[in-house]
């Protein structure tokens, strides 16, 4: 055993603390050599990022941005989990989503690290009627199920007791969720549903089965709706104070109808703003029980979903890395439950295969990367602390507002919601749009070349209310109009590469030209002249010395054979040249204009 000197060894014992006023010295100095004449806290400001609900991450937290208290793992306000054990004894719940049935799909899950089932039932997902074959074989006393089915809930939680009575469940050996969530139907219909029949469902449960919830608060539709993580969770909290209002006026205690329900959030590949997101919940429903006079009961149970809306349905295989990530980020944030969306869930039903890789990302996480057996390991970074205080004040900013225009239902029903969830978006479009949000295989880095995933079609979700978006679907847009192009000539629309000077002056532009082009489904040619790639349109890739002395000469030989618009990628103004790309330009808006002139309907 080494023996440690009578100092301890201090390595830095001889070297004076740095100060963050040194620090932002020698930021200035970089930025100094990158042509910005920053100082001060400038200097910072010029590192730092903005994110949505004008939060803002800096590079260098430190203690004086330490935020409050965040108390201990199973105790007031629960930032740092509901339960004083966290998910170290056996992870977290691993929930599997099933909107079909197909034979022996839910016992193979069942079989291989599953640990409870969310069964979409009723219009847009498994009949009624179909429950029993969909639960056949599956020991309903070992797997809770949670259910989803709108206004078939009566129906469908009606038909599970059924079950539950048919294979001898007694009621203490329940668990699951009824699943009824009214205004979360509204949000996604936009037709109101009468919550006396919840009521009275949930008055039984209450009274007969202690591990049985009925209502579930899914922030889902908030999200899928374009909403920044403080509206999600603004929107919940609000749901959850709707519902514990009408279980109180129906003969509920506080303590229980707060037990009654259960919390649906996004993870997504963000996994810094989901961990922070999943604290700053439990924090507010905290603050809501504290404030409802249980502060003892406010222990929010979360669901997280890795996010339908970063999902792409281009080289779809890249969705395993961002469930991967936003897993991680749901595991360490603290959820009680995952729900890992398999990679093709935006083409269509998943086949076995995406299933199996959705529940293994779990498994892998807690049993080969043990992300579970530390309680909160985000807590204390004094990053994460100060994300989860910012966020946690922006929602409930937000949700006041809510409250202030009359509530949930008040905001669903004048369209006000809807308003604030679309200009979230359009501001998040106008990033996508110029690749400062990126997404991997769609806006970069695409593959015009992959063979599609096909995958049989998926019962039509309810709609009529909140629209659903993804992040790809500006780009979409452009790739079916060139697939269309394809199928009818044989050929995609093409874009002729010219090159100026040595590799070393061109690969760069060149690279990033391609990679643009094909974005929208447009492919580049760089063999030959312009005269044998079948192109009507070029773009100069070079570098600003070579651009300076080459470019004008370029442009008007390349329109003398016959190019009807030439691009240049980069800045500058030349004659002859139509249009220049670069990054930051509204690549969506290039590629569509491009896409017109080409005759690509």
Excluded at 426 to 439: D, G, H, M, N, Q
Excluded at 484 to 490: C, E
Excluded at 516 to 534: D, K, R
């Amino acid at each position: 055993m080494t023996v440690l000197p009578d100092d301890g060894l201090s390595l830095a014992a001889e070297f004076p603390d740095a100060t963050h006023e040194q620090w932002q010295r020698l930021v200035e100095g970089v930025l100094r050599k990158s042509g910005k004449e920053v100082s001060g806290a400038a200097a910072e400001d010029a590192l730092s990022t903005t994110l949505e609900d004008g939060l803002r991450t800096r590079p260098l937290y430190t203690a004086r941005d330490a935020a409050p208290d965040p108390g201990l793992p199973g105790f007031a306000p629960y930032v740092r989990g509901g339960r004083p054990e966290g998910a170290v004894t056996g992870g977290w719940d691993v929930r599997q989503r099933h909107a079909a049935a197909p034979d022996g799909a839910v016992l193979t899950d069942l079989e291989n690290g599953v640990t409870s089932l969310w069964l979409l039932v009723g219009r847009g997902g498994i009949p009624v009627t179909e429950l029993a074959r969909a639960l056949d074989g599956v020991y309903l006393d070992l797997a809770p199920v949670v259910l989803d089915a709108g206004r078939d809930t009566e129906a469908a939680a009606a038909e599970l007791f059924r079950l539950y009575d048919a294979k001898g469940v007694g009621p203490a050996a329940v668990r699951g969720n009824l699943g009824a969530d009214p205004l979360g139907y509204q949000a996604r219909t936009g037709e109101s549903v009468d919550f006396a029949p919840v009521a009275a469902l949930t008055r039984r449960v209450a009274a007969e089965f202690p591990g049985l919830r009925t209502l579930t608060v899914d922030a889902l539709p908030y999200h899928e709706a374009g909403g920044s993580a403080a509206q999600e969770l603004g929107a919940s909290l609000a749901t959850g104070v709707a519902y514990l209002r009408e279980l109180t006026e129906a003969g509920l205690g506080v303590e229980q109808a707060l037990g009654q329900l259960e919390f649906r959030y996004a993870a997504t590949a963000d996994q810094f703003l989901t961990i922070a997101k999943l604290r700053a919940a439990r924090r507010l429903w905290a603050r809501v029980a504290e404030v409802s006079g249980a502060a003892g009961a406010g222990a929010q149970l979360q669901h997280a979903v890795t996010s339908p809306v970063m999902m792409s349905r281009r080289d779809p295989w890249v969705n395993m890395l961002r469930t991967t990530v936003a897993t991680l980020a749901a595991g360490v944030g603290g959820a009680d439950s995952v729900t890992v969306l398999p990679f093709d869930h935006a083409i269509g039903l998943p086949d076995a295969f995406a299933r199996r890789i959705a529940r293994n990302t779990s498994t892998i996480l807690i049993e080969e990367s043990h992300l579970a057996r530390v309680i909160d390991p985000a807590g204390g970074s004094w990053y994460v602390e100060r994300l989860t205080d910012e966020l946690a004040h922006a929602a409930w900013e937000f949700f006041r507002t809510v409250e202030r225009d009359g509530g949930q239902a008040a905001v669903l029903r004048s369209g006000r919601l809807r308003t604030d969830l679309a200009t979230t978006w359009a501001e998040r479009s106008k990033k996508l749009a110029r690749r400062r949000e990126p997404i991997t295989g769609v806006s970069e880095f695409p593959l015009l070349a992959e063979k599609p995933v096909v995958r049989e079609p998926a019962p039509e979700p309810p709609s009529g209310g909140l629209p659903r978006v993804r992040r790809d679907e500006a780009y979409e847009e452009l790739r079916a109009r060139s697939d269309a192009h394809l199928a009818a000539t044989g050929s995609r629309p093409r874009i002729y590469l010219a090159t100026l000077g040595p590799a070393a002056a061109y690969t760069a532009r060149a690279g990033f030209a391609a990679n643009l082009f094909q974005a929208g489904g447009i492919e580049p040619v760089t063999e030959g002249g312009f005269e044998e790639s079948g192109a009507a349109e070029a773009v100069l890739c070079s570098s600003d010395a070579l651009y300076a002395e080459q470019a004008e000469q370029a442009a008007a030989s390349l329109k003398a054979a016959g190019a009807r618009h030439v691009f240049l990628a980069g800045r500058g103004e030349f004659a002859g040249v139509d249009a220049y790309v670069f990054a930051g330009c509204d690549a969506v808006a290039v590629l569509s204009e491009t896409l017109d002139r080409m005759g690509v309907s």
